[in-house]
């Protein structure tokens, strides 16, 4: 098995997400305002996340996944966020999500900062993407405060989205 993925950030530590985290990972995912511009839809039972968690293979095949965000202090789980690998673009992309409550107290640019360094530190990755819909204007500020830079627009599911990217730094 391949080494397990532990970051840490000032207010959190970032872990492989497990099977105990399903209801979590579940609850997340209920909230509307949480998935209004992901695209993705919730899950109809806990037992779905279950499912997804445990076939999860990011960590396996590409030492790298989106991550479980505990706070330090009360090891609450904040959300995720992390890297994913796209193997039929050929790119890795940073992403994050958290419970509302969270929102607008630097979570996301920490963790998202954090992930980034590993990712080209760590695991030399050259280069990594972040997308977005063009409305959700608070992911593009993380986006941008974490150095990355508008790239292009693309059709985010029918919607308007942006792209953008940063480099590893040689």
């Given at each position: 098995?391949?080494?397990?993925?532990?970051?840490?950030?000032?207010?959190?530590?970032?872990?492989?997400?497990?099977?105990?985290?399903?209801?979590?990972?579940?609850?997340?995912?209920?909230?509307?305002?949480?998935?209004?511009?992901?695209?993705?839809?919730?899950?109809?039972?806990?037992?779905?996340a279950?499912?997804?968690?445990?076939?999860?293979?990011?960590?396996?095949?590409?030492?790298?996944?989106r991550?479980?965000?505990?706070?330090?202090?009360?090891?609450?789980?904040?959300?995720?966020?992390?890297?994913?690998?796209?193997?039929?673009?050929?790119?890795?992309?940073?992403?994050?999500?958290?419970?509302?409550?969270y929102?607008?107290?630097?979570?996301?640019?920490?963790?998202?900062?954090?992930?980034?360094?590993y990712?080209?530190?760590?695991?030399?990755?050259?280069?990594?993407?972040?997308?977005?819909?063009?409305?959700?204007?608070?992911?593009?500020?993380?986006?941008?405060?974490?150095?990355?830079?508008?790239l292009?627009?693309?059709?985010?599911?029918?919607?308007?989205?942006?792209?953008?990217?940063?480099?590893?730094?040689?």
């Amino acid at each position: 098995m391949n080494k397990l993925i532990h970051l840490e950030t000032e207010r959190t530590f970032m872990r492989q997400l497990v099977k105990e985290d399903s209801y979590n990972f579940y609850s997340l995912n209920l909230d509307e305002d949480v998935l209004k511009f992901t695209g993705d839809k919730p899950f109809s039972r806990i037992q779905d996340a279950i499912k997804f968690l445990e076939n999860y293979d990011q960590y396996e095949k590409y030492r790298v996944g989106r991550l479980a965000v505990i706070d330090k202090g009360s090891l609450e789980f904040l959300g995720w966020c992390g890297l994913k690998y796209s193997v039929d673009r050929h790119e890795y992309d940073i992403g994050f999500r958290f419970f509302k409550k969270y929102w607008n107290k630097g979570y996301a640019t920490e963790t998202s900062q954090r992930c980034l360094e590993y990712g080209f530190d760590e695991l030399g990755i050259e280069r990594i993407v972040g997308r977005a819909r063009k409305e959700n204007l608070a992911s593009i500020q993380v986006m941008e405060k974490i150095g990355m830079t508008y790239l292009r627009a693309f059709d985010f599911d029918g919607h308007p989205g942006v792209i953008y990217h940063c480099s590893r730094k040689k």
